[in-house]
């Protein structure tokens, strides 16, 4: 309305200066009427020459006009072909464009379409399974990849450290989850606060101390490291301060709409109320708030916290939260579950209680390994790479798969109960962790499943050879051995 009114009195002054440009009426998006000023043809600012739309003659078909213009084809002298990228099609050898110079989307399988530009060739040879699809991957299947690198960056104060997040709105699919990577500087806060939903962390780099009291008056203090993990119930308030070493930590909601930029902070809280209120709330005079900070503090710098966790153990009469529930694991001293081609640490309600719905497993897979093929009954399955690189196929019911790369910082969101695997496609060992809504964890293994079906459904189903009905397993492998030359594809003879 208020548009409207000013955009009629900027028509009825123009009138004054200059001949009246005739009113237009444009639609908005809501429907409603506005009337638009049009722009002046041809005036332009001083310096500008042309005009700024071209003649009504070139809409349409021109009988003098050429017929076509060479894009700039790319001769086979002017780029390289990727690693494996003229193997078998049927094989779907992982590419690696990564030093290949101007890569082009060629695939045996469907000919040779080259790619003239525009371009952004640094995301095409981090992402050549995009790129380069394999000859298996089809249809529609959603996004399920978000780098944190392409993540706003909220800085805290005073170059305290940072966060920044996935939700739903980066990856729409996720809807059962959202992630955080959050850094601290030395002896840096995230700020005393609470939020809605749930929140499971994973420390990945330095070590940090936390507090927290929970609705009964117990309370919690722990020192964790990289490795370590922690849970804090929804609506429980906590605190979060780096050592002098620093953290940088991994946060995962149970809420894919979460934003850590909507949480409960202390600062707000004593701004959002009354000083009288928060005088009569505390029993003192309000001059006690002259200090109160001025807008949020989230992420910002503080004193070292004493050496000793007992010098931060503060008690009331309720005690101490009881080990069954208390709010940290210390994941890092977990020995690992040791397979061929890597190891698996699992963490869910069994041990670590009080995180009742999320259960984890962080594996770590040797070059040319895998996480097997499988898919999760219960729950959607968050993920994070922590380090080195790797592929994935997500296989969505009736006939849709698609292929994406991976590499540390990157989330991964599988939707229930879409099949996947992890490849690891580089030279180092790839560790990830897996996150469920679940309270245990839980899996079906494609090679489990058929090898505890009977031979004869799985033979009249698939056609496999005596050989290879003999080779199906019956206990979960969880992680595949594989050559680090990854065009090697018969395992016959690697006698695991
Ligand atoms: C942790 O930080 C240190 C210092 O920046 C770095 O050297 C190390 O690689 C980091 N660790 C991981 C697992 O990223
Ligand atoms: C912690 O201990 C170190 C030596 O181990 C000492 O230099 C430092 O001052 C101590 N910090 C605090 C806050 O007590
Ligand atoms: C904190 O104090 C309580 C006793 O009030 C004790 O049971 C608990 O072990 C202490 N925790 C730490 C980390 O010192
Ligand atoms: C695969 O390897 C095994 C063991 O080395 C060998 O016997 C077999 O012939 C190989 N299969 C093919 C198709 O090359």
């Known amino acids: ?94 590419i690696d464009l990564s030093n290949t110079r101007n890569p082009q989307p060629i695939t045996p399988q469907d000919g040779d379409p080259t790619d003239p530009g525009p371009r952004n060739r640094m995301l095409e040879k981090q992402n050549p399974s995009l790129y380069v699809p394999p000859s298996t991957d089809s249809g529609d299947a959603p996004n399920a990849k978000w780098p944190l690198g392409l993540s706003h960056n909220r800085h805290g104060l005073d170059g305290s450290g940072y966060a920044r997040q996935q939700n739903n709105e980066q990856l729409p699919v996720a809807s059962a989850m959202a992630g955080v990577d959050m850094r601290l500087e030395p002896n840096a806060y995230r700020e005393l606060h609470w939020h809605k939903a749930n929140e499971w962390s994973l420390i990945l780099n330095g070590s940090v101390r936390l507090n927290a009291v ?70 003192v005079d309000t001059s006690a708030f002259d200090k109160i900070p001025d807008g949020e503090l989230y992420i910002f710098n503080g004193t070292p916290y004493p050496n000793s966790t007992s010098a931060s153990n503060v008690t009331g009469p309720a005690g101490v939260i009881p080990r069954q529930g208390t709010y940290s694991y210390h994941l890092s001293q977990q020995e690992p579950f040791e397979v061929p081609g890597g190891s698996v640490k699992i963490l869910d309600p069994a041990t670590f209680p009080v995180a009742s719905n999320f259960a984890a497993a962080l594996f770590t897979v040797k070059p040319g390994a895998m ?37 540390a910082g990157d989330v991964g969101y599988v939707p229930v109960p879409d099949a996947h695997y992890l490849e690891n496609t580089g030279n180092e060992d790839l560790v990830y962790i897996e996150i469920l809504q679940a309270p245990v964890y839980n899996d079906i293994s494609v090679a489990q499943w058929l090898g505890l079906t009977p031979k004869q459904v799985v033979k009249d189903h698939l056609g496999f050879s005596e050989d290879t009905l003999d080779r199906l397993p019956q206990v979960k492998p969880f992680i595949l051995p594989g050559d680090p030359d990854l065009s090697k594809t018969n395992f016959t003879g690697t006698g695991l």
């Open 1 to 94: 309305m208020w548009y409207q009114t000013l955009t009629a009195a900027a028509l009825l002054a123009s009138e004054v200066f200059a001949a009246p440009a005739p009113a237009v009426i444009h639609k908005r998006q809501d429907g409603t009427d506005a009337v638009v000023a049009p722009t002046k043809l041809p005036t332009g600012p001083p310096g500008s020459s042309g005009s700024l739309r071209g003649s009504e003659s070139l809409a349409g078909y021109r009988s003098s006009y050429p017929s076509s213009v060479k894009s700039t084809e790319s001769s086979p002298d002017d780029y390289e072909l990727g690693t494996n990228q003229d193997a078998d099609p049927d094989l779907g050898l992982p």
């Open 214 to 283: 929970n609705e009964a008056g117990e309370t919690f203090v722990d020192d964790l490291q990289a490795g370590d993990v922690w849970f804090f119930p929804a609506g429980v308030p906590h605190s979060i301060q780096a050592s002098d070493a620093g953290v940088e930590f991994l946060l995962v909601f149970d809420d894919g709409s979460f934003s850590e930029d909507e949480t409960f902070l202390v600062s707000e809280l004593f701004e959002r109320n009354p000083k009288s209120v928060l005088a009569k709330n505390f029993r």
């Open 371 to 407: 996480r097997e093929l499988h898919w999760h009954t219960t729950s959607d399955e968050w993920n994070y790479i922590i380090s080195g690189q790797g592929r994935l196929t997500v296989y969505v019911a009736p006939e849709a798969s698609r292929t994406f790369d991976f590499r």
